[in-house]
């Protein structure tokens, strides 16, 4: 074995200490800094109590002595305020002894000078393990409600701990950072502590690392270990419960999934499909299979399922303010209460933004998700990190949506121009149905502006001029589109109804007596 190298710097570490990313900034609600990494196992590794090592941050389950004894004077740095003192006084009662000769005041000084060091040694030579543990109860959960984080420490040496003091670093929009304190553990045993977070602000968090701090009896010293594992907590955008209405688009199935059988078919209008081992070879196709030199097999049924395309505008120029009680968080809460009812009414739903990206992507069945049941969280949790795009069209999205024909399209938008009125018009020729929520910035803005306890004002006699965003709602009208204009204060699922009784009013002819008998 090679000698310690006995003079130089300690080498650096091998990999540097993991920091967590910086945590979610206030004045943009929407936005979450946290960028989506492979998750580290949740059972956290054994952290090396206060042996040899000499740090051991986050990243790292335990440390290593760095040669010599670096790791004994980083146990130094540990001293505590009193400890230091003890020191000072103890030098200070060494030097006036040797000053004035006395012997006793000598050994005072020695024994106040020796015993923060005697701790240190101690406790840096305690030789114990812990392991710790984090659990999320949920670890999805929707903005405005609480979550539950549970923490378990397990003493797994052979010899006891001393006191214990738990840390886990939380961003603060969840709340105060938690500590706890416990007491002795025994060989073999556990504890288990648990703290509550919460946020009115979607996002994604990290919950961790774990910091174990640990103090000799006296207070003389503190050492701080930190786990290497931390967690992910999800907080989604909130979900209403809308009504079931009858809706456009459902006359394929009204929202399940239906079959078509085609036993009874001609020959030309059998959609054949290729061999899969396990098909019944009565089923073969042999007029396909001769025309494109493969195995081909007729479907006996074809699955009819609605679709459903919730298209949501994230330009930044499309909406302002920002906090819990926006515009744009009010449309994102929407969009999430639209994609789940309709995935509760077997519809296949896919989430479109302006910038043209879609949830499920393109290597889904023309873009829309399957019958998994866990599309419904892939939704919420590409809705819980949605930002406001830099982009200033809906040509992206339009261009998605000219590539194939839609069934019925909920559209969900800030402000909009002329130019974006035509783009959006456009769309209605792609879906069997279109419904559009308008969210008028001004509207909002004015709310915010209005101070609860000044008197009420008496209505203008004059009648506003039409504004951008009024002409892109007749443009869309004229267009074939179903507009609700939203307002602050909107209740969803009364907007949703007033989208069905619009359009049963624009496309039945007798639809003034059908909304009335619907009222």
Not at 77 to 87: D, E, H, Q, Y
Not at 203 to 228: H, I
Not at 349 to 356: F, K, N
Request: net charge neutral; glycine share 10%.
């Amino acid at each position: 074995m090679a000698p310690a190298a006995a003079a130089g710097p300690p080498p650096p570490p091998s990999q540097p200490p993991h920091r967590p990313p910086p945590h979610h900034q206030q004045h943009r609600p929407q936005a979450q800094p946290y960028q989506q990494q492979p998750a580290p196992p949740r059972t956290g590794q054994p952290a090396a109590g206060p042996g040899p090592s000499s740090s051991a941050g986050p990243g790292e389950s335990g440390g290593r002595q760095q040669g010599g004894g670096n790791g004994f004077r980083a146990a130094l740095g540990g001293l505590t305020t009193r400890g230091r003192s003890f020191v000072a006084a103890g030098v200070a009662a060494a030097i006036c002894a040797y000053v004035l000769g006395q012997s006793d005041l000598l050994r005072v000084g020695l024994l106040l000078a020796v015993l923060p060091v005697v701790c240190v040694a101690v406790l840096y030579r305690t030789r114990y393990r812990v392991a710790g543990s984090r659990r999320l109860a949920p670890s999805r959960v929707p903005a405005m409600s609480e979550a539950r984080v549970h923490l378990r420490v397990d003493n797994v040496s052979r010899m006891p701990t001393g006191l214990l003091m738990l840390q886990d670093r939380v961003p603060y929009v969840l709340g105060p950072r938690p500590r706890f304190v416990l007491d002795r553990v025994e060989p073999g045993g556990h504890r288990e502590v648990s703290y509550r977070v919460r946020s009115d602000l979607r996002g994604r968090y990290p919950l961790g690392p774990l910091q174990l701090r640990l103090t000799d009896p006296f207070g003389m010293c503190e050492l701080t270990r930190s786990f290497s594992s931390f967690d992910t907590l999800t907080v989604v955008p909130r979900v209403e419960a809308l009504p079931a209405v009858r809706l456009a688009g459902e006359a394929n199935g009204y929202g399940e999934s239906r079959t078509r059988a085609l036993a009874f078919a001609g020959e030309d209008d059998v959609i054949p499909r290729g061999y899969r081992h396990g098909d019944d070879l009565r089923r073969v196709h042999w007029r396909s299979t001769a025309k494109y030199g493969e195995l081909m097999v007729r479907r006996e049924e074809q699955p009819h399922r609605a679709r459903c395309t919730v298209l949501l505008d994230t330009r930044g120029i499309g909406y302002f303010g920002a906090g819990p009680d926006s515009a744009f968080e009010w449309a994102v809460s929407a969009a999430a209460s639209i994609s789940t009812h309709m995935l509760e009414r077997g519809y296949a739903v896919r989430l479109l933004t302006d910038t043209g990206s879609s949830v499920p992507g393109p290597e889904g069945t023309a873009g829309f998700g399957g019958d998994s049941s866990d599309m419904a969280g892939v939704l919420l949790d590409t809705l819980a990190v949605v930002e406001h795009s830099d982009g200033e069209s809906l040509s992206a999205a339009y261009d998605v949506l000219r590539s194939a024909t839609e069934g019925l399209l909920v559209a969900l938008l800030g402000d909009l121009d002329e130019e974006q009125a035509l783009s959006v018009g456009r769309m209605r020729q792609r879906a069997g149905s279109a419904i559009a929520f308008v969210l008028d910035s001004d509207d909002w803005l004015a709310r915010e502006a209005v101070d609860p306890d000044a008197p009420d004002e008496p209505p203008q006699a004059e009648e506003p001029e039409e504004d951008g965003t009024q002409r892109g709602v007749r443009m869309l009208r004229e267009a074939g589109w179903t507009v609700v204009e939203v307002r602050a204060g909107d209740a969803l699922p009364e907007l949703w109804r007033m989208a069905d009784r619009y359009r049963v009013r624009e496309e039945s002819p007798e639809g003034q007596y059908e909304a009335g008998a619907k009222s």
